[in-house]
């Protein structure tokens, strides 16, 4: 079983490594914020990634036997919105039959593709000390697919996926042994129906959902989310994006962070459930608990994670 607590760059630090890998926790797992800002924080996670004290972080992170997996939403990052005034044709049209460069893109445009897969294979090359799982998900809103007349026939998992198999194929020809994630989240937490997934493509699971709705009430119908998605991706490598320990969407993502205690009772729930599934890969967010929360309140127990996976 692997295991994987995620954290935003900033976030960073030799205490946190420390105390992932003294639990045992596999992968370490960093993620820049997301919304409509999200490629002003990837472009940022860049800058700070070419500082020696992130690279010698990395390098300590590997020492402490972790491996390191970047997880963006990376789209409007990998198509900059700037391309518009020549290229309109490569941004998504909405709903109102308007193209407009706020979110993704369209997925029907060879060329769009094209710039999409060449971009996400040099951010691959970029991001240091990466395993060779790439996460670069879709834009971080809802009702954001394109609905030209070529798209509007694709639901947004089957947009997402045509992305998804672009960059991997371009990603191989220079990692050999890549993969890459498909995230079921916000409108894509059906299947695919019109496009099958390349070899290498696995299933993330994220179901933000159910802090929304409540736990109880999404409860009865996870199953019958999931079946399905996990009958389409297979269970081979499978992985589960939780929000157990996520104290940025606990703290309504605006610091300073809130003391956060982890519902322990309904993440063993949860643990127990996706085992009986068949997940591999069990993973949380942990953002807003680093240095600044410690400052506050003290170190955050991360020892009820690390238990509920234990094998």
């Not at 995620?6 to 030799?14: D, G, Q, V």
């Not at 951010?123 to 009702?143: C, I, M, T």
Request: glycine share 4%.
């Amino acid at each position: 079983m692997k295991t994987s607590l995620i954290i935003h760059p900033e976030e960073l630090s030799r205490a946190w490594i420390d105390r992932a890998a003294n639990a045992g926790i596999s992968v370490l797992g960093i993620h820049p914020k997301g919304g409509r800002r999200a490629p002003v924080y990837v472009r940022e996670m860049m800058e700070m990634m070419k500082t020696r004290e992130f690279r010698e972080l990395i390098d300590y992170a590997h020492a402490r036997g972790l491996a390191v997996e970047y997880e963006l939403h990376a789209a409007s990052y990998l198509l900059p919105r700037e391309l518009f005034t020549e290229e309109r044709d490569f941004f998504r049209m909405n709903e109102q039959g308007e193209r407009t460069p706020d979110l993704n893109f369209c997925v029907s445009d060879e060329k769009a593709m094209r710039v999409f897969a060449e971009n996400a294979v040099k951010l691959a090359g970029e991001l240091y000390g990466s395993s060779k799982n790439f996460y670069f998900w879709l834009d971080d809103v809802k009702d954001s697919a394109c609905c030209c007349e070529k798209c509007r026939e694709l639901s947004p998992s089957d947009q997402q996926l045509l992305a998804v198999n672009a960059i991997l194929r371009e990603i191989k020809k220079r990692v050999p042994g890549a993969r890459m994630a498909y995230l079921a989240y916000a409108d894509s937490m059906a299947p695919p129906e019109k496009v099958k997934a390349e070899e290498g493509v696995f299933l993330e699971y994220a179901p933000m959902e159910k802090y929304k709705e409540g736990a109880e009430a999404l409860a009865e119908k996870e199953e019958a989310m999931l079946l399905p998605l996990l009958a389409f991706f297979c269970k081979r490598d499978a992985k589960v994006l939780e929000y157990w320990y996520d104290n940025s969407m606990f703290s309504g993502w605006e610091k300073p962070p809130k003391r956060f205690e982890p519902n322990v009772a309904q993440m063993a729930r949860d643990v127990h459930f996706y085992r009986e599934k068949g997940f591999e890969y069990i993973s949380s967010f942990a953002c807003f608990l680093g240095e600044d929360y410690e400052k506050l309140y003290g170190e955050a127990d991360i020892s009820p994670f690390a238990e509920c996976v234990k094998e």
